[in-house]
């Protein structure tokens, strides 16, 4: 029986311009390669080109067609030159029976036009926090009616999270909604035998480390509280965003023998980050579903999260401690608690979790039953 061909339409890609952006939609196409013919159509402007356009077709298992396109130097014709950029790869891709859009713009955009013109279905998997009331009242009219738009011609929509479900909901009560999760590679997200022993229990967050977003600066004032109050311990806090507001705050405070600043980590160094840790920790102000908190459970790696977003749907409470956004006198608790021996549910029971909740063999499952159910309806 012949797979079902679905366009992957993506707004956001991992391409040579942002090789991190979406990695997560990356995930999920691969996922969703594994039962239905996935091809992947991203547009990104790139002013390094040659030419006004350049495509990229590859297939390693997965077809992804990137369209770079240069800057015009006008807002409104680099509208046109991404939607053109659209239209140069999906003449490439085989018809396909479905469009499943990554994210609501732009890709929305191209996705309205297929429906409109040339009778193609869309759902849409959506990750992005702009949903969250205050940051979409904060956004003009005109995206507010396209937003609104692309939701009312959508079959159905896919958030990761139950809460930005409802979010979803309340800028437009139309489409139905199903929670589907980011994916976790649960066979090398694992358990490691040769995890580290150590005297000092070891802190890791890991993230792009952007204040507004993650609390950075809370997350090193309640672990400097820690010290002030005689506590051993560590914290390895990176990721692919600016470190040097971490460094003068460790010389500033004398915390070099504390907290370790690391770099960017590709996706295949994480594991061993992980398994060298005794708890991971996220302060964040806002969040659909971290893809952190998946990796981290099928590490085995107790979890401590705010209470935003989708992250207190995927925390039994033996997992972890959910704390309240902002609270700094929580998060020392809370971390103050695990240094003192804490005890959780067993890393194996962590890790059964995740392979029920975000496995690739799971979420396979979950898109072939949403695509052949949306593609008999009528």
């Known amino acids: 029986m012949p797979k079902n061909r679905i366009l992957f339409l993506a707004s956001w890609y991992p391409s040579r311009v942002s090789p991190y952006s979406g990695d997560f939609i990356q995930r999920h196409a691969r996922v969703a390669a594994r039962i239905a013919d996935i091809t992947v159509l991203h547009t990104v402007r790139d002013d390094d ?154 802190f890791l967050h890991l993230s792009m480390l952007d204040e507004q977003h993650k609390n950075i600066s809370g997350i090193l004032r309640s672990a400097k509280r820690l010290v002030d109050s005689g506590l051993s311990f560590e914290l390895h806090i990176g990721g692919n965003g600016p470190l040097e507001p971490i460094r003068q705050f460790v010389a500033r405070h004398h915390l070099q023998d504390v907290i370790f600043p690391f770099g960017e980590l590709s996706h295949d160094e994480v594991p061993a980050m992980m398994a060298n840790a005794d708890c991971f920790l996220l302060f964040s102000n806002y969040e659909n579903q971290p893809c952190v908190q998946g990796e981290a459970f099928a590490c085995g790696l107790p979890f401590i999260g705010t209470d935003v977003g989708g992250i207190g749907e995927f925390l039994p409470e033996t997992f972890g401690i959910l704390i309240p956004k902002g609270d700094e006198d929580a998060l020392y608790r809370a971390m103050e608690s695990v240094i003192r021996g804490r005890k959780f549910e067993s890393p194996a029971e962590m890790h059964r979790f995740a392979e029920e909740n975000f496995s690739p063999e799971h979420l396979a499952n979950r898109f072939h039953d949403i695509y052949n159910r949306v593609m008999h309806e009528k």
Not at 56 to 67: A, C, K, M, P, W
Not at 107 to 119: D, I, V
Not at 149 to 158: A, S
Request: with cysteine; charged share 25%.
């Open 49 to 202: 080109i040659a030419g006004a356009y350049e495509v990229s077709d590859t297939d390693n298992g997965l077809r992804e067609i990137i369209v770079y396109y240069k800057d015009s130097g006008c807002k409104v014709l680099n509208f046109f030159k991404r939607m053109k950029a659209f239209w140069m790869g999906y003449i490439r891709a085989e018809v396909p029976d479905l469009v499943h859009l990554n994210t609501v713009l732009p890709a929305g955009l191209f996705a309205l036009y297929l429906k409109f013109f040339l009778g193609k279905p869309f759902i849409l998997s959506e990750h992005w926090t702009g949903f969250q009331p205050f940051r979409f009242r904060q956004l003009n009219l005109m995206t507010h009616i396209l937003v609104r738009l692309i939701l009312q011609n959508c079959r159905l929509v896919l958030p990761v999270s139950a809460d930005l479900g409802k979010q979803m909901k309340a800028v437009c009560s139309k489409p139905e909604f199903e929670v589907v999760p980011n994916v976790v590679d649960t066979d090398r997200f694992r358990i490691f035998s040769e995890r580290k022993s150590s005297a000092k229990p070891r």
